[in-house]
């Protein structure tokens, strides 16, 4: 299993430029999370969603929007990038019971906005 | 905002030494679970302790929980370079929220 799978692994953009940042998991998870991780600030959940057709706002979701169109796939999409937006971007899942459940994570993107 | 602040921010031993890490909160919570993250890589799930847990072991490592100081510590026996890696506690607030991540303690295992 590749357990989750994120793409692409780096990404360098221009400022005012959009871009998607898909994760795809093969656990048949429920619940799918976007954070991003800052140098001293730990991880940050920007979106989550708790099933195929939902998603809710985390701490910092401002910038970026979301899909879950599909169970397995978790979009996350910057439609006018900025420098500020700069981080590593991780995506995890989780089996039903966001509470209790372990979150596998993918190993990340490294996206630049110059 | 960040629930868990891991105390040290920074830890530097050497092989066999054993490491100890803590992480303090602010609510209740009705768990609390720790991470691992290697260098350019994902976190992965270490161990989970429930609010009603006193203490919990894997392997080498050894979680406590102590509600009553909001405070739990991870310990790791007999460490080894490959334990080098930051290590994040991970709450689960009362309430219907998800996981809030601390910001780590950065671990080097000296060989």
């Known amino acids: 299993n590749a357990g989750v799978t994120q793409t692409p692994k780096f990404r360098v953009l221009k400022t005012g430029q959009s871009m998607t940042l898909l994760c795809a998991q093969d656990m048949n998870h429920e619940y799918m999370y976007w954070y991003r991780q800052d140098p001293g600030m730990g991880l940050r959940l920007i979106h989550y969603?708790?099933?195929?057709?939902?998603?809710a706002k985390g701490e910092v979701p401002d910038g970026y929007n979301v899909s879950r169109l599909k169970k397995q796939n978790f979009l996350l999409g910057l439609e006018s990038a900025a420098p500020s937006q700069t981080s590593v971007y991780f995506c995890?899942?989780?089996?039903?019971?966001?509470?209790?459940?372990?979150?596998?994570f993918g190993d990340g993107t490294r996206l630049s906005i110059l | 905002s960040q629930q868990g602040e891991e105390d040290p921010q920074a830890l530097s031993i050497q092989e066999g030494e054993n490491a100890t890490m803590n992480c303090s909160y602010k609510t209740s919570i009705n768990n609390l679970q720790w991470y691992r993250q290697n260098s350019g890589r994902g976190l992965v799930h270490l161990i989970l302790?429930?609010?009603?847990?006193r203490e919990k072991h894997s392997g080498r490592l050894r979680v406590t929980l102590d509600t009553s100081k909001k405070s739990s510590s991870l310990l790791i026996t007999a460490s080894r370079a490959a334990d080098t890696a930051s290590y994040f506690c991970a709450t689960v607030p009362s309430g219907n929220t998800p996981l809030v991540f601390g910001k780590g303690t950065r671990l080097s295992v000296i060989a």
């Open positions: 302790i429930r609010s009603n847990e």
């Open positions: 995890a899942s989780s089996t039903q019971g966001i509470r209790n459940q372990p979150q596998h």
């Open positions: 969603s708790v099933g195929e057709g939902t998603t």
